[in-house]
């Protein structure tokens, strides 16, 4: 199994702040790595695929990078509908596919 | 637009068999990998398992081979089944699809909430 360690498991923000995630690999899953966002009572929303492409109408303020085994998704400048929780999910091993515990972005 | 709706009972009985199904609307279910994923309350997500369209599946081994997902082409549906809950199985549970180059979940339902309980 693969497992996906993300930190930290909360991030404290302001608004208007820069937030950087963090998401490892316990071995390299290449660039097939993916980034959700999860907010309560909602359904979890794709954010990128292939380690850095951006899912639909996703804004521009998120950027993702990375490969193998350490990779960062990144808000430039929070807005209040960013708070929320953020997974990872590798799929290189797509017979068993695994997801970070998360990290939860809220306000400062 | 592709949409996903989960369906089926909010309370099972321990030891008894959950069984949900996903309804695929706008969009044929003869293509894509068809997910199932849950989060139980304060814990993350996780996968449950996949069905190809075709009717190749793959799960996750934590579940003991608890969980069959099927493939119903003609009502556009797949379905979860998951044998001998316990109240550990209490959780929301999400049917999802892939996206059509990667591994990973673009389209979600809203999810819905099972609660095992006696």
């Known amino acids: 199994e693969i497992v996906m360690t993300q930190s930290p498991a909360i991030l404290s923000v302001s608004p208007g702040e820069r937030a950087t995630l963090s998401c490892r690999a316990s071995q390299s899953v290449s660039s097939n790595l993916a980034w959700y966002q999860h907010k309560p009572g909602q359904a979890p929303r794709l954010l990128f695929y292939?380690?850095?492409t951006r899912a639909t109408g996703v804004p521009a303020r998120f950027s993702a990078s990375g490969s193998g085994t350490e990779f960062t998704l990144t808000i430039s400048s929070l807005e209040s509908e960013d708070f929320a929780v953020y997974y990872c999910q590798q799929y290189n091993d797509w017979l068993r596919l695994t997801f970070g515990q998360g990290t939860k972005v809220d306000i400062k | 637009q592709v949409q996903l709706q989960e369906s089926g009972p909010g309370l099972v009985k321990p030891s008894e068999t959950l069984s949900l199904t996903c309804t695929v609307s706008g969009a044929s279910i003869s293509s894509h990998y068809w997910s199932w994923m849950r989060q139980s309350s304060g814990k993350g997500l996780e996968w449950i398992g996949y069905v190809f369209y075709s009717g190749g599946t793959s799960y996750n081994p934590s579940l003991k081979s608890r969980a069959t997902i099927s493939v119903d082409r003609p009502k556009n549906q797949f379905s979860l089944k998951l044998t001998s809950v316990s109240v550990a199985d209490t959780a929301i549970y999400y049917c999802?699809?892939?996206?059509?180059?990667?591994?990973?979940?673009?389209?979600w339902g809203q999810g819905t909430l099972v609660i095992v309980s006696s």
């Open positions: 999802a699809r892939d996206t059509d180059t990667a591994m990973a979940l673009e389209i």
């Open positions: 292939g380690s850095s």
